[in-house]
């Protein structure tokens, strides 16, 4: 089993609409992400959090929510979708070692379209 | 948030080396150069990181000049696999700070 999992991995919806998209990890890791990629394009951070009570913006958090249910699971919500959101979306995870770089583990990523 | 440049794009026969540069010149003392890739249709995955000193794992080298201004990742065989887009990231060795990414290389394996 996927130790980063997305859902769902696919959505089709129309403007105006309230979208949630879904990751849990299997890893143990405090430390989760949400990424969007759009065509040609790099990823660009949306919001993460260092553990369940934290939540930071990253740079393009304007019109997106997350909430951290718990360690394991971290929501990106969409509470008015608008076609400039269309694009794919990443979840990640990481370690927490204070003092040393640790590397992300990606999950498989959500294609959202937004009609 | 100190940067990076990568070429868009680079080109590679099958089965030989490839060098893939970064330059970093804003570099800070405390900075990890990071490289992922992406395989079409996939997340991210990570690659190699290092700090001062040259990188060796079974996926790669990162050879990093002696002023850590530029760095470059080396895929010694060239596979059709390794078809992806690389990414080159500076990273706080601290840990607090999320990896930017940039928009990376885009290598075409040719066979």
């Known amino acids: 089993d996927a130790d980063v999992t997305q859902t769902p991995r696919n959505r089709i919806t129309k403007t105006g609409k309230r979208i949630m998209l879904e990751c849990s990890q299997t890893?143990?890791?405090?430390?989760m992400y949400w990424y969007r990629q759009d065509p040609g394009l790099g990823l660009r951070l949306i919001y993460y959090s260092f553990d369940v009570k934290d939540i930071n913006k990253g740079e393009i958090s304007d019109g997106y929510s997350v909430s951290r249910q718990a360690q394991a699971k971290f929501s990106l919500s969409l509470e008015s979708a608008i076609p400039n959101q269309t694009a794919l979306y990443f979840c990640?995870?990481?370690?927490?070692?204070?003092?040393?770089?640790?590397?992300?583990?990606f999950g498989p990523g959500t294609r959202l379209t937004v009609l | 948030d100190a940067k990076t440049t990568q070429p868009n794009s680079m080109e590679s026969n099958e089965e030989e080396p490839v060098h893939l540069p970064c330059n970093h010149s804003t570099i800070s003392g405390t900075d990890y150069i990071h490289w992922y890739r992406q395989l079409p249709s996939q997340g991210p995955e990570y690659v190699i990181h290092?700090?001062?000193s040259n990188v060796n794992n079974r996926m790669a080298s990162l050879a990093i000049a002696e002023d850590r201004k530029s760095s470059t990742l080396i895929l010694h065989r060239a596979t059709l696999r390794d078809a992806a887009v690389y990414y080159c990231?500076?990273?706080?060795?601290?840990?607090?700070?999320?990896?930017?990414f940039g928009k990376g290389t885009r290598l075409s394996v040719i066979a």
């Open positions: 990640a995870t990481s370690d927490n070692l204070y003092g040393s770089p640790t590397e992300q583990f």
């Open positions: 290092g700090l001062t």
């Open positions: 890893k143990g890791h405090d430390r």
């Open positions: 990231i500076l990273g706080r060795n601290s840990g607090n700070t999320p990896l930017v």
